[in-house]
């Protein structure tokens, strides 16, 4: 527990930090807006670049646990999408709702979790689970945002526009980059990879900053709390999601013992910001994404500590 704590407690200093910073005023209401911004447009698209394209083959091609982990964020994330759209969600909500189901904190937690568990045989997966998590499962959310706020109804219109929408998306247009680097060989000069280092290593603080400053704001007196959909998006995320990749890794892909352990400890982790970045930057409610975040990174405690205790004494 103790060993958990002490990965976990600067993400809530940070969201704290943000909160304080609102409430004694130290920030301005449109604080949040404007962080996220600088998140989206260039802290995480620098990220995301230095990921991808610093990435090595040798690294990342694990058909096995690509399948494990991938298919089984991508099974929670339909999923999700699907019962909130029958409950009669926006498709944009819908897919932000899908990310609060399956997007886990890797950057964050997931690093130094696994690789103060298992050592550093843990970082080629966790990488892989990263490129996973914050690129593929966040493009396909894109995706079906831009989809779900498109008027146009005329299908080929529609595909162009999202196209576009999607074109001009640093989120997408990064990683895409990364990977082209990452496909031909070409290394990244010095002072480029300062660069991206030092703009990509505020995106999480960032974030989480700018969560502190959200929750720091006055509720309107008619808002609902929607304790129910927060405690389903968490039970799948820290409950469904582990479950469902130890199925595949163990049953399916056939994966190593250390490697299952890994998979399912990394699909065991709370919430990323993923999805709170992507409710504020496309102003949809961010309640739930907020209340979800914080609930299943204090719980994520008591269920990640049990699951290492599994682990050691098997």
């Known amino acids: 527990m103790l060993a958990v704590l002490s990965i976990v407690l600067p993400i809530f200093a940070l969201i704290f930090a943000g909160w304080g910073a609102r409430r004694i005023g130290v920030l301005g209401p449109h604080a949040t807006n404007e962080l996220n911004r600088f998140v989206v ?6 990220l995301l670049f230095d990921i991808v394209a610093k990435a090595r083959w040798s690294d990342i091609w694990q058909p096995g646990f690509i399948g494990a982990f991938g298919l089984g964020a991508a099974l929670v994330f339909v999923f999700t999408v699907a019962i909130r759209l029958r409950a009669r969600l926006h498709l944009a909500d819908a897919a932000i709702d899908g990310l609060n189901a399956a997007y886990a904190n890797t950057a964050f937690i997931g690093f130094p979790l696994t690789l103060a568990v298992f050592g550093p045989a843990a970082l080629p997966p966790t990488l892989i689970a990263t490129i996973v998590t914050v690129c593929l499962l966040f493009a396909a959310a894109l995706v079906l945002i831009e989809i779900g706020l498109q008027t146009e109804r005329h299908p080929r219109r529609m595909a162009a526009k999202v ?4 074109a001009r998306n640093p989120l997408l247009v990064a ?3 990364g990977a082209l680097f990452l496909a031909f060989g070409i290394g990244v000069p010095a002072p480029l990879d300062r660069f ?3 703009l990509g290593g505020a995106a999480s603080p960032c974030a989480l900053v700018a969560l502190g400053l959200f929750l ?7 808002a609902r709390p929607a304790h129910g959909a927060t405690a389903l998006l968490v039970a799948l995320k ?9 199925l ?6 056939h994966l190593s ?3 299952t352990h890994i998979a399912v400890l990394i699909a065991a982790l709370p919430n990323g910001t993923g999805a709170f970045m992507l409710a504020e930057f496309y102003r949809r409610e961010a309640g739930v994404t907020s209340r979800a975040l914080l609930v299943s990174t204090v719980l994520s405690l008591a269920t990640i500590t049990l699951y290492l205790s599994f682990v050691h004494a098997g």
């Open 196 to 198: 991206l280092t030092l």
């Open 175 to 177: 990683p895409a980059l």
């Open 238 to 246: 820290l409950v469904a999601q582990p479950l469902v990749t130890w």
């Open 248 to 253: 595949l890794a163990a049953y399916v892909f």
């Open 216 to 222: 720091a704001r006055e509720r309107p007196a008619d």
């Open 41 to 46: 447009y260039l802290a995480l698209p620098a």
């Open 163 to 166: 196209a576009g929408s999607l």
């Open 257 to 259: 013992p250390q490697l």
